[in-house]
């Protein structure tokens, strides 16, 4: 599972193959923000801890933004979150 120096930072839970987590870490990529990936499929932690927020479901990508969490969000509302919460994270130079 994401280390707690991720807490206060931005965390991607995602799973191979879904086209939903490759958009928004190409996304997150492009935008250079600063963030953790971590594998459900590989971390049975992690997987845990998303169906814990997803209503026992593993939907993915769930997002943890200084540890709120977020699921299957839009880059807007996720890059909102950022702003509010975990503002150090966005990039110097864009």
């Not at 193959?17 to 958009?23: A, K």
């Not at 250079?32 to 590989?42: A, D, F, G, M």
């Not at 997803?54 to 909102?80: F, K, W």
């Amino acid at each position: 599972m994401a280390d707690r120096e991720d807490q206060d930072g931005v965390v991607v839970y995602w799973r191979p193959l879904c086209p939903f987590c490759m958009h928004l870490r190409t996304r997150l990529r492009l935008a250079r923000l600063r963030h953790t990936e971590v594998n459900i499929w590989r971390d049975p932690e992690a997987a845990a801890f998303v169906r814990s927020v997803a209503d026992g479901n593993e939907t993915v990508p769930t997002v943890t933004v200084a540890g709120r969490p977020m699921v299957n969000p839009s880059m807007g509302e996720l890059m909102e979150a950022v702003r509010t919460h975990a503002p150090h994270v966005l990039s110097k130079d864009g």
